[in-house]
């Protein structure tokens, strides 16, 4: 099996930064993309940025210019720099991978638990 831990969240005033950080473990051929998502009460999950294993970035308009999404191929690990934080950041950000696993010709799609992310004076 495949897991994908976050860690990173907090409580923070508008204006700073956090940094989010999600590891994957378990039986990894490869990871093709990693992303963050964030979900706020009341609201969908929406995507807040991927990044594939070639590098590629893609962000949402409402991050583009504050947020970084980087990874750690070796170490099967995904980043988000999140600065100039907004109070409309607050939400719970999930990880997720898209893992090719040894022996399979398929992909797998897996979460995170998610980490929460509070903005507030």
């Known amino acids: 099996q495949v897991q994908l831990v976050e860690s990173g969240g907090g409580l923070v005033q508008p204006g700073e930064s956090l940094r989010l950080s999600c590891v994957a473990s378990?039986?990894?051929?490869?990871?093709?993309?990693m992303g963050w998502y964030r979900q706020a009460p009341g609201k969908e999950r929406e995507l807040v940025a991927g990044?594939?294993?070639?590098?590629?970035?893609n962000y949402a308009d409402s991050v583009k210019g504050r947020f970084t999404i980087s990874r750690d191929n070796a170490k099967n690990t995904v980043y988000l720099q999140m600065n100039t934080l907004k109070p409309e950041d607050t939400a719970v950000y999930y990880c997720?991978?898209?893992?090719?696993?040894?022996?399979?010709?398929?992909?797998?799609?897996?979460w995170g638990q998610g980490t929460q992310v509070t903005v507030s004076a």
């Open positions: 997720n991978a898209i893992v090719k696993l040894p022996y399979k010709l398929e992909d797998f799609l897996y």
């Open positions: 378990g039986s990894i051929f490869s990871i093709k993309f």
């Open positions: 990044i594939t294993g070639s590098g590629s970035t």
